[in-house]
């Protein structure tokens, strides 16, 4: 099960690529640093409230949103690496031919 920091991490990563936004774009609208926008989002340091705050209004959500760790998704890609998020946000919006395509050709290389 994954740790509160790893589900922070990946709930705010997931809600900036849904933005549109770069790790450096979040870090400038929040006032924080890239480095510490890299580990909040890799689960290695917990932000302090006022941090969350900040990153809450970068993302135009409420910081209770930052918390919501509900749904499949969010609990499976907690747990693997963040690699798992990025390959996510990238196929959500794609045609299912387009899925079944990178499916295909993900399962030639992993064979």
């Known amino acids: 099960m994954a740790g509160i920091k790893k589900k922070l991490g990946t709930r705010i990563s997931q809600l900036r690529m849904e933005a549109g936004m770069t790790q450096a774009k979040l870090a400038e609208k929040s006032n924080l640093s890239v480095d510490s926008?890299?580990?909040?989002?890799?689960?290695?340091?917990?932000?302090?409230?006022?941090?969350?705050?900040?990153?809450?209004m970068a993302l135009g959500v409420e910081p209770s949103e930052l918390l919501n760790f509900r749904g499949k998704e969010l609990k499976a890609l907690s747990e693997g690496p963040p690699e798992c998020l990025e390959l996510w946000n990238l196929l959500k919006d794609r045609?299912?031919?387009?899925?079944?395509?990178?499916?295909?050709?993900a399962r030639i290389l992993l064979s």
């Open 95 to 105: 045609k299912r031919t387009e899925i079944k395509k990178v499916f295909e050709i």
């Open 37 to 56: 926008i890299s580990r909040i989002e890799r689960g290695n340091r917990a932000p302090s409230l006022e941090s969350l705050e900040s990153i809450a």
